[in-house]
């Protein structure tokens, strides 16, 4: 019992197991290679048939070692310095792992690529295959038994040791050799272990006792510091997956595009960076394409400039002039009445004519697509639109709004406003803006170079949802909301409605 209960015990087993296995998937690879020379029905067969013997030939040798490292009898001396059969097998392992761990360290600084078994080879014996995995398991078997020797002195210790990892290499082998090869830091640093250990053992041969704990305290904080490492970079990998594809696609491009500035001319410099920042932005515009909703880039119902047939000719014809648009709905009583999109300049040269009303009415029919669409699946209905305008409705029918080419357009580039039209986004300072309350936040986003404005499956598309959304919407004039460093300060209102939006970082 006293066996179990021995904390250093389960250090070295721990650790043992861990170098075993490492020490093994060297075994691993070459068995994978040789069983590849069979059909496939009888690899796995001889995967397993090799690892077993693998834990045979192991066993077998450590309690040859284990017997030959009790001669402790002098067999030679040299400089007065006399060596047992134990120290001259000491030595001999001590330099035989020093050897492996540099050869193979040396191999992975290199970076030499691994030589790939072509899939076109003519199958081999089964027994065949299985002698050379026998004598390479000889070969192979011992690094491990002559690691086993110098971490513990228990062979008991040793001989679990060696059982656990080979069982765990029996049920993992695929998944542990993929490890090994996705992080190449532990094969690294199990590789120092070795040198580590086929130090002590040279020591050992010589008559210096280096006490285990020393090593296990060694071995512990660099397994410490390589799991942080591990951690931390899987935690970077988590991070970075989070952030929108678009966004890394956008970094990605822009890396591509971008070089160091060799001027010392600061209008240069200026003007580099300038054009440095519309890059971005217009490619930020073209990746949020294909996640934004065509409601987050249309015209709202409010502020559409419709006709109306129940008025007469000399109302429409007031209408039509008083605003800049080319184009415009013809509706019947109300904006979901909806019955063609006309042109201003056609509209009015058949105002007084109704028989040519009707069939310029009846060659534009209104074409629609649903407010949740995504904007890239938008863009063929607008192209064959042939440059009319497209309604957007609600799951009932609703009319909420309409889009055009334009509306694709400032999606990527920004606004481009109509003569009376005033700008959602005006830059005050560096660090300052002022926005209207239905100022689209992808629109904000790319304005500010941030990520993180609209979240995942939003329900609001404008800065006053969000700030409603963020402040369940209790909102005045006055308000402030602070959300991912941003200040939004609500100025103005318009009944119920927010109306303009101070933003600063």
Known sequence: MEFFLDPAMWVGLLTLIILEIVLGIDNLVFIAILADKLPPSQRDKARILGLSLALIMRLGLLFAISWLVTLTQPLITIFDHSFSGRDLILLGGGLFLLYKAVSELHEKIEGKPEVKVSNNVVYAGFAAVVAQIVVLDAVFSLDSVITAIGMVDDIRIMMIAMVVAMVVMLIASK?????????????????????LIGISLIAEGFGFHIPKGYIYSGIGVAIAIEAFNQFGKRNAAKHESKIPLRHRTADSILKMMGGRVETDDNSQLKAQETFADEERYMIGGVLTLAE???ASIMTPRGQISWVDLDDSPE??????????????PVCRGSMDKVISIVRAKELLDVLDDEAELKALIKRHRPIYIFEKMKVIDAINTLRTSKGSLVLVTDEFGNVQGLISPLDVFEAIAGEFPDADEQLDLIKIDEHTWRASGMLDVYQLELELGMLDLVEEDAGYISVSGLILDKMQGVVDVGSELVYQNVVFKVTEMEGNRIKTVMISR
């Open 175 to 195: 998944p542990l050799t993929a490890f090994v090869n996705r992080h190449p830091t532990v094969v690294i640093l199990c590789l120092s272990f070795l040198l």
């Open 292 to 294: 934004r909703s065509v």
């Open 315 to 328: 109302e429409i014809r007031e209408k039509v002039l008083s605003v800049p648009h080319s184009l415009f």
